[in-house]
């Protein structure tokens, strides 16, 4: 399958700094790439979508300001977390897909943890 | 909105027992269906997809799943699960109408004793 690299896979950030996640599609072109987070023993729950050269959409409940995602390449999709808290410590984890119909395909993840 | 629920949080069973856990989804048009497996401290990998056709997937290491269109369901089964089995499992979701956006059930953790 496709391959999606995200990086960092861990970042140690004090509060108050701001941290930037970046997601590449290796071999592909991703016309869309979402931004997922994973609290421990739960699921993943999607907190954007982001189209190449628009605008993120946000879930419910998930600030933009404070989620800042750039989808200005098809291969390359960033997350920075701006103003980090202890409270954004988590498991963030990018899919990169092509057109309707296509599979999604998972970078690594990258492990957040804020002091 | 569409969701997806996985009916069993945990599982244990032993070697060689037999697999099956289940998937609903809540939308009535067309979707498409996956299985993904989270391994301990890896990354999500998708064990099957169903886009069309034949009801019956067969994906990697010897995991199948059958989709059963009137019961809304995507059940995952294997008939002898060995150890390298425990990982955890999220049943997926995605409808034409929200592009490839994957909605995700809650998962179901499988623990497979030796």
């Known amino acids: 399958g496709a391959v999606v690299s995200q990086h960092p896979s861990r970042v140690i950030c004090k509060s108050g700094t701001s941290v930037k996640i970046e997601c590449r599609s290796l071999?592909?072109?991703?016309?869309?790439m979402f931004w997922y987070r994973q609290f421990p023993k739960q699921s993943l729950m999607l907190m954007a979508t982001?189209?190449?050269?628009?605008?993120?959409?946000?879930e419910q409940g998930v600030e933009k300001d404070k989620f800042l995602i750039n989808h200005a390449s098809l291969t390359l999709s960033t997350l920075t977390v701006t103003s980090a808290h202890p409270e954004d410590s988590s498991f963030y984890i990018c899919?990169?897909?092509?057109?309707?119909?296509?599979?999604?395909?998972f970078g690594q993840g990258t492990r957040l943890t804020v002091v | 909105a569409q969701s997806v629920s996985q009916h069993n949080h945990h599982v244990i069973l032993s070697e060689a027992a037999s697999l099956e856990l289940g998937c609903n989804y809540s939308y009535g048009g067309t979707v498409n269906l996956f299985w993904y497996v989270q391994y301990p401290g890896q990354h999500l990998q998708l064990l099957l997809k169903?886009?069309?056709?034949?009801?019956l997937v067969k994906g990697i290491k010897g995991f199948e799943a059958e989709f059963i269109k009137s019961k809304f369901s995507f059940n995952l089964r294997k008939p002898s699960v060995q150890w390298s089995d425990t990982a955890e499992y999220f049943c997926a979701v995605t409808i034409k109408a929200a592009g490839n956006k994957l909605t995700f059930g809650g998962g179901t953790r499988v623990l497979v004793k030796p």
């Open positions: 071999d592909f072109q991703a016309t869309t």
């Open positions: 899919s990169a897909s092509g057109l309707w119909g296509s599979e999604a395909f």
């Open positions: 169903y886009f069309s056709g034949d009801p």
């Open positions: 982001s189209n190449e050269g628009s605008k993120a959409t946000y």
